[in-house]
């Protein structure tokens, strides 16, 4: 969901009340609320063509076609699109049109890691490792964080190596934690796993990642290396062709590239700001001098947000993240 949507997806739940609020918000994913909610804490002191601006685009949406006669599908479809952004539509949208109910394995995505690690520590590693492929990356890593070192290097192992569960074995599993978490009925959800989903939770894991890598190196260097292959980190930026790296930047936020930056090398910093505009850089430098002390975490924060950006754009083909003269696209 883009800023631009979490805004006024955020006045316009504001305005409905909370009754009806409420009933939007269960069907969204727990990243959405989150945003959304965090959206509608900052809003202060919203003008009357604000607000009129907000309900006129979604009256423009929702009256450009009608269910009678017409394909209701793809209407719901160009209405979340538009109303929410591309970027999680896709999840919500088939959630509805198909009518899957929330399994129990997705109720722990609205749960804190610790209580997560609680809940998954007795388990087997391998369901352990079927679980977390199954969360968000960055939620993965956290409740990895909370396991023992063998547990986390016996889990990570796993993911990097899982394929694909099958069905019975996952209707079983989801029940066990349909009781457990008093969810809903279990939908109609596959559980992915393997090198990508592994790099990308290591992505996220922080100080423990070379224990863990090690682990998995000494009983296969070659999947290891695959992992290593497959992930990526800010400084990684470094080897972006400058054409990708314009590209990247007209999707970040100017605040969110200042914090980041006070992390990052002058190396990078000097490559970030040779592909901007000379007045932009000037102003960006600028900035950069007067932004006070930054907390690492937030700086480790707005990197990963920026990361997030840079795999979505890569995963549509826009650019490349083999560096300059490569012609390997992911």
Not at 19 to 30: H, N
Not at 279 to 285: D, K, Q, T
């Amino acid at each position: 969901m883009s800023d631009d949507g979490v805004t006024k997806s955020a006045i316009l739940l504001l305005t409905l009340g909370a009754d009806e609020a409420a009933e939007v918000m269960k069907y969204l994913e727990p990243k959405e609320v989150q945003k959304i909610s965090a959206a509608m804490v900052s809003l202060r002191n919203l003008s009357r063509d604000q607000i009129a601006a907000v309900f006129e685009d979604f009256h423009e949406v929702a009256s450009e076609k009608t269910t009678f006669g017409m394909d209701s599908d793809a209407y719901i479809r160009n209405m979340l699109q538009k109303a929410l952004g591309d970027d999680k539509a896709a999840g919500l949208i088939d959630r509805i049109l198909h009518n899957s109910d929330t399994s129990g394995i997705e109720s722990l995505k609205w749960m804190d890691p610790a209580s997560v690690a609680d809940l998954v520590s007795n388990e087997h590693p391998q369901i352990i490792a079927t679980i977390l492929a199954h969360l968000e990356p960055e939620q993965a890593a956290s409740v990895l964080g909370q396991l023992t070192e063998r547990t986390r290097n016996d889990v990570m192992l796993r993911i990097a190596t899982l394929d694909s569960v099958q069905p019975i074995a996952l209707q079983e599993l989801n029940d066990v934690f349909t009781k457990l978490l008093t969810g809903n009925a279990v939908g109609k959800k596959s559980i992915r796993g393997g090198v990508r989903t592994a790099a990308e939770i290591l992505n996220f894991i922080g100080g423990m990642q070379d224990n863990v890598l090690d682990s998995v190196r000494s009983h296969d260097a070659e999947l290891a290396q695959e992992i290593m292959d497959e992930m990526f980190v800010f400084e990684d930026l470094m080897e972006i062709e400058d054409r990708s790296i314009q590209l990247i930047l007209r999707e970040v936020q100017s605040e969110s590239l200042i914090v980041a930056l006070k992390g990052a090398s002058e190396e990078l910093r000097e490559k970030i700001l040779k592909n901007m505009s000379q007045r932009a850089a000037e102003m960006l430098r600028e900035d950069l001098e007067a932004k006070g002390p930054v907390k690492v975490s937030e700086v480790e924060a707005e990197q990963k947000e920026i990361l997030k950006i840079v795999r979505r754009l890569a995963d549509e083909g826009q650019v490349s993240l083999g560096g300059a003269g490569e012609e390997a696209y992911v």
